[in-house]
C-alpha cells in the first residue's frame, strides 16, 4: 500500500519553492516566455518524462508513458497572469511592472508539476499515460485551443482529463465538486455606432452617435430580462464606452464593447442573432448605422458525471466527506472546456478562503502555500485510482 499522504508532504517545500519561483516572474498569455522555460527546465529534471516544449507559442507538455497498455489522463496547469500591480507586499512579489499571479495560476502550475515528480516515481503502480498540459493565456484568448490543433491530445489518445483551480470562495482546506455545467460559456463583441457629428446646440442637423449608442447599451440590457429564458441564467455586459471629445460636440463615433456569458450551448451559439436585431433596431431608429463584431469566446465548462463520482471518491480519501464543497456555477469563462469536449472531464475547486481574503484578479490576492499539497495528493490519488496498475 503507497503511502500518498507521507510522499505528498515530503514535497512541501519544492512545491513552496516553485510557487514562489513563479509568482516572480507573471506573464501575459502567449507571452510566457520565462515561465515556461522554467516549468519545461522542471519537468525535464524528472527523467521518466519525454518533454514537448513551443506548443501552441508557449505551451509545454510532458508525457509518462508507463509501458502497461491503459487509458491516457491530461492533467492541465494555466500558466498566465494578469495586469494588474500587485499589493500583496510578500518576498516573493511579482518583479515584472504591473504583471501579477493574481489568479493563481502560479499555484495551478506549482500543484501539476509536483505532481509530475510523484507519480513519474509511481509508475510501477500505474498503467496507460499522463500527460501534463502548460497551456498559455487562459485567461485571454485561449491557449487550450490552439494547443489541442498541435495535437496534444492524440498520440497517445486523452481519454480523461482534469484540472484545479484556487478559490477564495471556498474555506481553506476544503474541495469543491460538481456534476455538469461549472463554468460558462464567454464570449465577447464589438459595436461601433456611426451617425453625423456637428454642433452641440443644433442636434437637429445631426445623428447623435453617443446617444444612439446609450440607448443601445439601454437595450442590451433588456435582452436577458425580456428575451432569453429565465430558467437559464445568462450575462450581458457593456463594459467600455468611447464616444466624444468636446463638451459641446455632438461625436459622430461610439465604440461599445462588451462580453456575453451563459451556461446553455444553444443560447451561445445564437448569441450573434440575438443581439444583432436589438442594436439594428435602435440604430435604424435614430438614422445611425453600425458594425457590430461577435467574437465566439469559450464554451460552456461541463463536468462529466462518472468523473466527478470517481474524483470524489479520490477526495473522500484524502480531505473526507467533510471537507468537499459542491460550489454554486460561476459565470467565469475557463477554455479548459475544449479539452472536456473531446475527452471525460472534470474540474475542481482548491477552498483557499479565509476571513477578509481578496478575491481571485484582485491585486491583493493570496493564499496559504501549504493548501498546494492537497491539491497535489488528489491529482495524484486519483491518478492512482483511474490508472492504478489493476484497473
Ligand atoms: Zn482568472
Ligand atoms: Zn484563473
Same mark, same amino acid.
Given at each position: 500500500?503507497?503511502?500518498?499522504?507521507?510522499?505528498?508532504?515530503?514535497?512541501?517545500? #519544492?512545491?513552496?519553492?516553485?510557487?514562489?519561483? *513563479?509568482?516572480?516572474?507573471?506573464?501575459?498569455?502567449?507571452?510566457?516566455?520565462?515561465?515556461?522555460?522554467?516549468?519545461?527546465?522542471?519537468?525535464?529534471?524528472?527523467? %521518466?518524462?519525454?518533454?514537448?516544449?513551443?506548443?501552441?507559442?508557449?505551451?509545454?507538455?510532458?508525457?509518462?508513458?508507463?509501458?502497461?497498455?491503459?487509458?491516457?489522463?491530461?492533467?492541465? !496547469?494555466?500558466? +498566465?497572469? #494578469?495586469?494588474?500591480?500587485? %499589493?500583496?507586499?510578500?518576498?516573493?512579489?511579482?518583479?515584472?511592472?504591473?504583471?501579477?499571479?493574481?489568479?493563481?495560476?502560479?499555484?495551478?502550475?506549482? @500543484?501539476?508539476?509536483?505532481?509530475?515528480?510523484?507519480?513519474?516515481?509511481?509508475?510501477?503502480?500505474?498503467?496507460?499515460?499522463?500527460?501534463?498540459?502548460?497551456?498559455?493565456?487562459?485567461?485571454?484568448?485561449?491557449?487550450?485551443?490552439?494547443?489541442?490543433?498541435?495535437?496534444?491530445?492524440?498520440?497517445?489518445?486523452? +481519454?480523461?482529463?482534469?484540472?484545479?483551480?484556487?478559490?477564495?470562495?471556498?474555506?481553506?482546506?476544503?474541495?469543491?465538486?460538481?456534476?455538469?455545467?461549472?463554468?460558462? !460559456?464567454?464570449? *465577447?463583441?464589438?459595436?461601433?455606432?456611426?451617425?453625423?457629428?456637428?454642433?452641440?446646440? @443644433?442636434?437637429?442637423?445631426?445623428?447623435?452617435?453617443?446617444?444612439?449608442?446609450?440607448?443601445?447599451?439601454?437595450?442590451?440590457?433588456?435582452?436577458?430580462?425580456?428575451?432569453?429564458?429565465?430558467?437559464?441564467?445568462?450575462?450581458?455586459?457593456?463594459?467600455?464606452?468611447?464616444?466624444?471629445?468636446?463638451?459641446?460636440?455632438?461625436?459622430?463615433?461610439?465604440?461599445?464593447?462588451?462580453?456575453?456569458?451563459?451556461?446553455?450551448?444553444?443560447?451561445?451559439?445564437?448569441?450573434?442573432?440575438?443581439?444583432?436585431?436589438?442594436?439594428?433596431?435602435?440604430?435604424?431608429?435614430?438614422?445611425?448605422?453600425?458594425?457590430?463584431?461577435?467574437?465566439?469566446?469559450?464554451?460552456?465548462?461541463?463536468?462529466?458525471?462518472?468523473?466527478?463520482?470517481?474524483?470524489?471518491?479520490?477526495?473522500?480519501?484524502?480531505?473526507?466527506?467533510?471537507?468537499?464543497?459542491?460550489?454554486?456555477?460561476?459565470?467565469?469563462?475557463?477554455? @479548459?472546456?475544449?479539452?472536456? %469536449?473531446?475527452?471525460?472531464?472534470?474540474?475542481?475547486?482548491?477552498?483557499?478562503?479565509?476571513?477578509?481574503?481578496?478575491?481571485?484578479?484582485?491585486?491583493?490576492?493570496?493564499?496559504?502555500?501549504?493548501? *498546494?499539497?492537497?491539491?497535489?495528493?488528489?491529482?495524484?490519488?486519483? !491518478?492512482?485510482?483511474? *490508472?492504478?496498475?489493476?484497473?
Amino acid at each position: 500500500m503507497i503511502d500518498i499522504h507521507h510522499i505528498v508532504k515530503e514535497t512541501k517545500e #519544492l512545491a513552496i519553492s516553485l510557487r514562489q519561483a *513563479l509568482h516572480k516572474i507573471p506573464e501575459k498569455g502567449f507571452s510566457e516566455i520565462k515561465t515556461s522555460r522554467f516549468v519545461a527546465d522542471h519537468l525535464k529534471t524528472i527523467p %521518466e518524462l519525454e518533454v514537448t516544449t513551443g506548443i501552441a507559442e508557449t505551451g509545454v507538455l510532458g508525457l509518462l508513458k508507463t509501458g502497461r497498455p491503459g487509458k491516457t489522463l491530461i492533467i492541465r !496547469a494555466d500558466m +498566465d497572469a #494578469l495586469p494588474i500591480k500587485e %499589493e500583496t507586499g510578500l518576498a516573493c512579489a511579482s518583479t515584472h511592472d504591473n504583471m501579477m499571479h493574481a489568479c493563481g495560476h502560479d499555484a495551478n502550475m506549482t @500543484m501539476v508539476l509536483v505532481t509530475a515528480g510523484i507519480l513519474a516515481k509511481l509508475k510501477d503502480s500505474l498503467s496507460g499515460n499522463i500527460k501534463f498540459m502548460f497551456q498559455p493565456a487562459e485567461e485571454f484568448p485561449g491557449g487550450a485551443k490552439p494547443m489541442i490543433e498541435a495535437g496534444i491530445l492524440e498520440n497517445p489518445h486523452v +481519454d480523461y482529463s482534469v484540472a484545479c483551480h484556487l478559490w477564495p470562495s471556498l474555506p481553506a482546506g476544503t474541495l469543491g465538486l460538481k456534476s455538469g455545467i461549472l463554468m460558462s !460559456a464567454a464570449s *465577447l463583441f464589438d459595436i461601433e455606432i456611426t451617425g453625423k457629428g456637428g454642433h452641440g446646440a @443644433m442636434p437637429h442637423m445631426c445623428v447623435d452617435a453617443l446617444d444612439t449608442a446609450g440607448q443601445v447599451v439601454n437595450a442590451l440590457q433588456r435582452v436577458v430580462s425580456r428575451k432569453l429564458n429565465p430558467m437559464s441564467p445568462s450575462v450581458v455586459t457593456v463594459g467600455s464606452f468611447h464616444s466624444g471629445t468636446a463638451p459641446n460636440a455632438i461625436p459622430e463615433k461610439a465604440l461599445l464593447s462588451g462580453t456575453t456569458r451563459t451556461f446553455d450551448r444553444h443560447i451561445w451559439n445564437s448569441y450573434a442573432e440575438i443581439l444583432e436585431p436589438v442594436i439594428q433596431g435602435v440604430c435604424q431608429s435614430m438614422g445611425a448605422s453600425y458594425d457590430f463584431k461577435f467574437m465566439p469566446g469559450y464554451p460552456p465548462l461541463e463536468n462529466n458525471p462518472d468523473m466527478v463520482e470517481k474524483l470524489k471518491s479520490s477526495m473522500i480519501k484524502v480531505v473526507g466527506e467533510e471537507w468537499i464543497r459542491e460550489p454554486e456555477s460561476t459565470m467565469g469563462g475557463e477554455d @479548459m472546456a475544449y479539452v472536456f %469536449e473531446r475527452s471525460k472531464g472534470c474540474y475542481f475547486f482548491l477552498g483557499t478562503g479565509f476571513e477578509g481574503c481578496a478575491p481571485l484578479h484582485n491585486s491583493k490576492f493570496n493564499f496559504d502555500e501549504s493548501l *498546494l499539497l492537497i491539491g497535489v495528493e488528489t491529482f495524484v490519488q486519483f !491518478a492512482l485510482d483511474l *490508472l492504478g496498475k489493476n484497473k
